[in-house]
């Protein structure tokens, strides 16, 4: 079975912190991204990569960066988290034009 | 640009009903589409459609795709509380090489005993 791990379910920071979230697959998976999802307005692709070090910027990637040095891990970061980065973030991994399989998501607040 | 709809928003429904789901869509390049459901965690994978006028079923879920008219309906026959879930549909606009998807924004269905 494919698995997608976050570090973490729920997350508590405050405004102007810097903010990691981890994903970790196993299925050596090429692509991986980073959703967030809001109620409505539903998913909303940040980032996504295709390969080790390559990253592409998805609808909405202002206040966020990537960095994917190892093909299983993709990390979101927020440089100066702010309240409306309150959100559910999801990550997800796909191999070639599969279907993309999500992790658990990580709640965070940003107070 | 790329999008997609899903209709209803919402619905509510009893025990043993039958429920149609919609997903309609504006893509430059289709190449497939894709139904999940969402419970209170991850989107979970139920089908992938890529042709035409070919039902895809598992169990009492099933689901067609018409290219023509670029749309997509899921079916769920004789509910359950089980399937109380976001229902969420995705469209895969092959833009060369990048295998990003486009997601409606879900069709919440509560299915009440």
């Known amino acids: ?111 | 640009e790329d999008k997609v709809v899903q209709s209803p928003l919402s619905l509510v429904v009893h025990e043993g009903d039958t429920v149609t789901l919609n997903c309609s869509y504006e893509v430059t390049n289709f190449r497939s589409l894709l139904w999940y459901k969402q419970e209170k965690k991850a989107p979970t994978f139920l089908f992938m459609l890529t042709s035409s006028g070919i039902e895809k079923k598992s169990g009492r879920l099933s689901s067609i795709l018409d290219k023509k008219e670029l749309f997509s309906i899921l079916n769920i026959t004789a509910t359950q509380t089980g399937d109380s879930a976001v229902y969420l549909c995705a469209v895969d606009p092959y833009q060369g090489g990048s295998e990003k998807l486009v997601f409606g924004k879900g069709t919440k269905l509560t299915v009440n005993p």
């Open chain 1, 1 to 111: 079975d494919v698995k997608v791990t976050q570090s973490s379910r729920y997350l508590v920071k405050r405004t102007g912190e810097k903010v990691f979230l981890e994903c970790v697959q196993d299925m050596d998976h090429e692509n991986m991204f980073w959703y967030r999802q809001d109620p409505g307005l539903g998913l909303r692709l940040i980032y996504f990569s295709y390969d080790v070090k390559m990253k592409e910027k998805g609808d909405i990637p202002e206040g966020y960066s990537v960095s994917r040095e190892k093909k299983e891990r993709f990390s979101l970061i927020l440089e100066s988290a702010s309240t409306n980065q309150t959100s559910m973030y999801l990550c997800a991994s796909s191999f070639g034009t599969s279907e993309q399989f999500f992790g658990p998501g990580t709640r965070l607040t940003v107070l």
